[in-house]
């Protein structure tokens, strides 16, 4: 095995800096067509983004969240953000495909897919999977179209025909991954994994109205302490941070693709009023949602 450079943070940015990507769209979206080049941590750091990467050959070994993973050919792993990844070795013969998105690239290509998203959030508990080889070669054909897609900087629509493109990817890996778990569904989840899962599908139907950490609770008759403290060792998240992270993509979308006015907006997400929304708006994204608008 051969342990590879350090880099501060793993994020589309940061992997520019250190690695010559040719194929990327800004600081959204960076492809590697070559795995074992992809930049490698000597330390752990948090992941800032999306990163999904299939093993064609060799093997890799990571830990994510502390805990080892070893991959090897036909394996996908996705790492998500928030999650702390570290200790990457790779074998000589490594080799493999690998994509890393932005969390607001990624989250804009499953805007209205919530089902998808609590899919990929089955990695903060089982970051690798093992695919067949027709799903192996349905990733490759995928990743070489839309790398191409990248590459064709000439193209009026690149940006439009790539989230298309990303977002199909997502919904057959998604379906992938659905029939593992259901393949796996006999397999005894922990508690707070239960409670994880509970509490992203009673998210996902209420955020819109609601975001009291205790209302979650209440719903899943435990108190918000054991609420939080479970979902945190679940995730490495805490459920004010799954209830911002919902409901900020939500008002991104709103704001961005949506002729409601930013009053109506407010109304429709339940806050108490226009300056309030302001406020927890500007809170989490760093702007207002007027300047936002005009981005």
């Not at 070994?61 to 790492?79: C, G, M, P, S, W």
């Not at 719903?219 to 918000?224: A, D, T």
Request: aromatic letters at 12%.
């Amino acid at each position: 095995m051969t342990s590879k450079k350090l880099f501060n943070e793993i994020s589309v940015n940061q992997s520019k800096t250190i690695y010559d990507v040719q194929s990327c769209i800004g600081s959204d979206l960076a492809l590697f067509d070559k795995f074992e080049d992809v930049p490698i941590l000597t330390e752990s750091r948090r992941m800032n983004g999306v990163f999904v990467a299939l093993c064609l050959e060799g093997s890799a070994r990571y830990t994510v969240d502390t805990k080892e993973q070893l991959v090897r050919k036909n394996d996908v792993i996705i790492i998500s953000k928030g999650q702390v990844v570290g200790d990457y070795m790779l074998s000589r013969d490594c080799r493999g495909l690998a994509i890393l998105a932005s969390t607001g690239f990624y989250q804009e290509v499953i805007s209205d897919v919530n089902e998808l998203a609590t899919l990929f959030f089955l990695s903060f508990s089982r970051p690798v999977y093992n695919l067949e080889e027709s799903t192996v070669e349905m990733f490759a054909n995928y990743f070489h179209v839309i790398k191409n897609r990248v590459d064709n900087t000439e193209h009026q629509y690149r940006e439009a025909v790539v989230k298309t493109l990303m977002r199909s990817l997502i919904y057959d890996m998604g379906n992938v991954i659905f029939r593992l778990q259901h393949r796996d569904g006999n397999r005894p989840k922990t508690r707070s994994e239960r409670v994880f899962f509970d509490f992203i599908a009673l998210l996902e139907k209420n955020f819109r109205v609601e975001r009291r950490v205790g209302w979650y609770a209440k719903q899943l008759g435990i108190s918000p302490k054991y609420l939080s403290e479970t979902v945190k060792q679940a995730s490495k998240r805490t459920p004010n941070d799954w209830i911002d992270n919902y409901v900020i993509t939500e008002l991104r979308l709103l704001l961005s693709n949506s002729s409601k006015s930013i009053k109506q907006i407010a109304e429709e997400m339940n806050f108490v009023n226009q300056s309030f929304f302001g406020k927890y708006f500007k809170e989490n994204v760093g702007v207002s949602p007027t300047e936002y608008r005009k981005m």
